[in-house]
Every structure is written in C-alpha cells, then in structure tokens.
C-alpha cells in the first residue's frame, strides 16, 4: 500500500510538470506582441507596394502578390494575436495598442470587419488587372486602416 | 540669350531636386531589413498555430487561414526585400542573413522555389481538412525553412 501511495504520488508530480511544460509552450505576450507588430509591418510592405503601382507604373502580378498577401493577414485572425495581457508591453517595441481595443470588443470587431472586406475586395479586383478600379478601392482599404489607427492606435 | 541660359539651368535644378525627392522616397534599407524581419515572424506565428493544430485538437477553419497566410507570404515576392545593400544593417535588430544569399542567386533561388511549392501545397491541402495530410505537409515545408535557414541565416 506504501508502495502504491508512492507510485500515484509520482504520477501526480510528473502530471504537474507535464502540464507546467504545456504551459511554458503559450506564447509569451512579448512574443505575441511582436508577431502583432510584425503583421502591421508586412501590410505597410504591401500597400506601399500598390501605392507605387497605382501611382507610377502598373504592374499586374506585383499588384497580385500585394493584394493576396493583405487579404491573407486581413484573414489570418489578428483578433488572436489581441488576448488579455497584452494591453501593454515590448515586443519588438513598445505597443501602440489603446486599452479601447480590449474594452470595446464591438468596435474594434466592427473595423476589424470593415478591413477584411476591403482587403478581399481589393484582391479580388487586382486579379481583375482593372487598374483604375484597383486605385480607388486601394482608397478604401486606406480609409479602413486610418479608422483603426485613429481610433485603437496610440499616436506616435 | 543669357536670360534662356538661367531658365535652362533652373529647369536643371527642378530636375535634379524632383530625382532627389523620388529618391527618398525609396525605402532605406532598414526599412526593408525591418519588413523581411516582420515577414518572418509571420511565418512563425502561422507556422507556430498548424504545429499546434497537428500535435493537438485538429481546427480546420484555423489550419486554413494560417496556411493561407503562409502561402500568400511565399508567394509575395520576399526576393525584393533582399536588395543590393541591404547585406548588413539593422532592421528591427541586426539582419541575420548570410552573405551568400546575395552571392548565390541560384541556390538562394531554388530555396525560395521549393518553400513557394510546399506553401502552396500546405494551402491546398488545410483546405480539404485532411488532418493527416496537412501534418505530413507541413513536415516537407518544415525542411524548406531548415534548409533555407542553413545556408543563409547566421546562427543565433
């Protein structure tokens, strides 16, 4: 019975370390905060691309690779890379994000929203190759942007 | 005569100064060095949610934006964002990227050829939601990432 008490005793503290394994695995929210402000960075890459397309020279496919790449991100579900206890820290900086983001779950789905229709929209005409109907939905995929940025975004 | 002479060398200096502005607006290598970084990291976040999916409860609609995430990046043309210059440099730290990436433009290629196929494979395959399937794939897209990082990343 002594023997028997030892061995569940045992199991239990290597159940426990198992599970403090499991948990070390989560993401820190430093690193969740960088993967966040990395995403932010890829859709600066991409729509300066399409500024420089729709502006200068148009060229189809980069317009396509730009655009399908938004679409992803816009898709990808930023809203995971938003979980409580990352309302504030470092990831490869300082974050930007406004506690508005976590306290008004409405608003910020409803922009959220808003981005990845554009964003899909903009993909969509870009594999068209129509380059005036690209520009002028590039202006509303902006204006979604700078709706997020004032409202959720600190200032820089 | 002369007064055609001074509106000659003013029209000059327009030019010269506009070439000058068109140029800054170029991005600096930094910035570019930041945006691969953030490319990267990406693909970590998304590489990070099918690891998790494969090894523990199976979430289709998640598999699928993460693997579309991918793809959209592989297919986004990361080449561009390996400029001449951009060999040393600080982009959100130190670029970890070795010198022969920008040397070898064949096998850097090919690298870059064989992640884009396993990319677009994983994608195809998450959208059928065949778990097994999706967990052998990301097994061969795993090694396109080990084999690029071996030649052409700097060890941490």
């Given amino acids: 019975m002594h023997k028997i008490l030892k061995t569940l005793l045992a ?29 932010y960075q890829v859709l600066a890459w991409n729509t300066g691309r399409i500024k420089n397309n729709v502006e200068g020279t148009y060229n189809k496919d980069e ?17 995971a890379l938003y979980p409580a206890g990352t309302e504030t820290g470092k990831g490869w900086r300082e974050t930007t994000v406004r506690p508005e983001l ?12 808003k981005f ?8 969509k005409l870009a594999a068209s ?4 109907a690209v ?7 902006n204006q979604t942007c700078k709706g997020c940025h004032d409202d959720f975004r600190k200032k820089d």
Avoid: C, H
């Fill in 11 to 39: 199991a239990l503290i290597v159940s426990a370390t198992s599970s403090a394994a499991l948990a070390q695995q989560a993401p820190k929210p430093e690193q969740i905060i960088k993967w966040r402000q990395s995403a």
């Fill in 63 to 79: 317009v396509i690779r730009a655009a399908n790449t938004i679409a992803a991100i816009a898709n990808s579900g930023l809203g």
């Fill in 102 to 113: 976590f306290t008004d779950g409405a608003r910020a789905g409803e922009a959220a929203r």
């Fill in 129 to 132: 190759g129509d380059a005036a």
């Fill in 116 to 123: 990845n229709v554009e964003a899909n929209e903009l993909a």
């Fill in 135 to 141: 520009k002028t939905q590039f202006g509303k995929l």
